[in-house]
């Protein structure tokens, strides 16, 4: 078999790496630095380097292959190779960090040796909160009702269940979540999330303890949580916008994140407009008859007429995961087997498998999901022009942006589609290895927070949006 590339290396650990054409040899993005041996780079790799790059002993991961003893710095714009890096990897950043994302849904953690930066163990679990409402305003509404601790304690005991499980002697950790989530991590009161005017009592990065939250594991560390934009717009998405350097891009983009919080960007350098609409968790399979998440067996594509499905890792069928669903709206908007309000045409259920179906409901369920994600892309994007998205959540490879945008929920004009998966978590594991907080900071303090409800025309687009084809 064919050795693998540095590049497919730093992937399959979760390293994040600019990798533009994604190993084609074409873009030159993917910059690394090899610290135990010399690699030879060949013309076509220095055609796409700079002179001064090709002195500092910069390749392209693409371009060669990993062995198994390498010590891999990855590079990007920002990043040269100085002696403060170079002690900053090798040194400083001794130990093992673990990174947290905390989704409404679905939790993941990761556990990272940091002078390699390589992740050593990777668990991601449903969210206990889940049993007490599908998405936050019914967990703060919860909350209200019965004025305990225990949506806090349910969600401390999980991870600090896994933390006391892997065993491992951690010396940071940073943690990444919706405003809701991460108040309810650190036990403060949520009552005010989910009352105009929204007030958010803890808006900054907290640097504690971890001994603060979770006492029952033996070892204590720093302790960081992601800053908030707004109460719906969470650190999950300023870490989501720091992972894709969207705070440093020339041209603008449009960032979505499909998960319960359907939260979306619109920005660049120069300016970023931030918003959240309640899209419910119908892109992530929950709530749906069939649903599942993208786990194997989850169908991720589906073409009908006639009928042909794909499933993660080709297993049996077993559910149907959100690309799955959005693919399959996509073919029955094509095929006319819906009318344009989203009516199965036949009224009936329509069956992929013998036992996996959608209907009338399911198609309902995931139409408010689709309406809201398209109003609030169609808001944001009003005075920008924009080609270029990038796609966050747990979907399957097989997302196709042009399935978005047969069923509206993008412009057509978007050209160019970054599947960007969970940059939440890369985030997390961007600021564990750089320590840049300042950054992080100034990402929080640059973006505006829109409002989609006090915008004048909010009611006419939402109504507009629930059509799936004109
Ligand atoms: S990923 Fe584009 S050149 Fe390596």
Known sequence: MKNKTILQYLQENHIIIDALCNGQKKCGKCKAKVLNRNINLTEQEKQ????????????????HSYHSDDQIVVMNQKMRITDDIQETLTS????????????????????????????????????????YGGDVISRIEYQNQNQTSYLHDILVESIENQLIEKNKEINQIIVCGNTTMIHFLLNEDVSSLGVAPFHVPQKDMQRINSYDIFKRYSYQCE????????????????SGIYANDI?????????????????????????????????GPAFEG????????????????????????????????????GSGYISLLKELVEKKLISPMGKLIDKKDFYLTDHIFINQSDISHFQLSKAAIQTGVHILLENSKVDTIYIAGGFGSHLDVNDLKVI????????????IGNSAIKGCYKLLMSQDFERVNAIVDKAKSINLANYEDFEDILVESLYFYD
């Open 286 to 321: 929950v709530g749906m008859s069939c649903g599942g998440g993208s786990v194997s067996g989850a169908i991720e594509k589906v073409k009908l007429c006639p009928l042909e499905i794909e499933t993660i890792n080709h297993q049996k069928a077993t559910c149907i995961c």
């Open 48 to 63: 796409l380097l700079t002179t001064k790059e090709v002195q500092e002993g910069i390749c392209l991961a693409c371009f």
């Open 408 to 419: 509206q929920v993008i412009p057509e004009d978007i050209k160019y589609a970054h599947n």
């Open 92 to 131: 400083h950043h001794q130990g093992i960090g673990v990174i947290i994302d905390i989704g409404t849904t679905t939790i993941v953690m990761k556990w990272i040796e940091r002078c390699r930066g390589k992740c050593i163990e990777s668990v991601s679990f449903i969210n206990p909160q889940v049993s």
């Open 247 to 279: 705070d440093q891009l020339d041209y603008p983009v449009l960032m979505v994140d499909l998960g319960t919080n359907g939260e979306i960007v619109v920005g660049n350098k120069d300016s970023l407009l931030v918003t959240s609409t309640a899209a």
């Open 223 to 238: 302790m960081i949580t992601f800053p908030h934009i707004s109460a719906f717009v969470g650190g999950d998405i300023v």
